[in-house]
């Protein structure tokens, strides 16, 4: 028994420490893990050299939405589906290996040497990300033009969906192509 709660607690630990590094904010390590505040709070100072962070979690859905997190969050929640899916790993471990191909994947890459390197979609994000999923806030639609499966919002009409990658927003004019753009005809 105290064998079994040891090795759990290092578990927790290990997870944790994997979390922290890849950027993870002490709310999601209390909900990923039965280490105790004060516990994660000094596991965070050792790994960051600074103290948690304070404040709310990112909670807006409609970030996902806008095209360059759209893009970036796509590609992250692909690649944990599929880890989460195929591979034994549990959740929280999916979501960290998943999380680790995404910054190779994106190339902006988080060397321990530069912190201003900061990616688009950072792990709490991914995180609430995977939350948004689970209660049911989000889906995976198909691109018609591309095939790919991009974020949006549940229960959208999935038939005309175009992703931003085959429909990258302009960059003057946003309300005149807003409403243009708005009825697209099914091909
Ligand atoms: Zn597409």
């Known amino acids: 028994m105290a064998s079994k709660s040891v090795s759990l607690e290092a578990e927790d630990i290990l997870l944790a420490s ?5 950027g993870a904010r002490l709310q999601v390590l209390q909900a990923e893990t039965s280490l105790s505040y004060d516990r994660l709070a000094r ?6 050299g600074v103290s948690p962070p304070k404040g709310m979690l990112p909670f807006s859905v ?6 360059l997190p759209n893009i970036h969050s ?3 929640y692909n690649v944990y589906r599929y880890l989460d899916d195929h591979t034994p790993a549990k959740k929280s471990l999916a979501m960290v290996e998943a999380y680790r191909l995404y ?3 994106s190339s902006v890459g988080l060397r321990p040497d530069d912190v201003s390197a900061e990616p688009i ?6 995180w609430m990300l995977v939350r948004f999923f689970d209660s049911d806030l989000v889906q995976l639609s198909a691109c018609h033009q591309c095939g790919g499966r991009y974020i949006a919002h549940a229960h959208d009409p999935a038939t005309d969906f175009v992703c931003a990658i085959c ?3 302009p960059r003057a004019g946003k309300t005149r192509s807003r409403r243009k753009a ?4 099914s091909a």
């Open 182 to 185: 708005a009825p697209v005809k």
């Open 103 to 105: 910054l190779e994947q």
């Open 62 to 67: 409609d970030w996902y939405m806008t095209w």
């Open 121 to 126: 979609l950072s792990f709490t994000r991914a």
């Open 167 to 169: 429909k990258p927003p």
């Open 74 to 76: 796509s590609l992250f």
């Open 18 to 22: 994997d979390m922290i590094r890849l």
């Open 43 to 48: 596991l965070y100072r050792e790994i960051r």
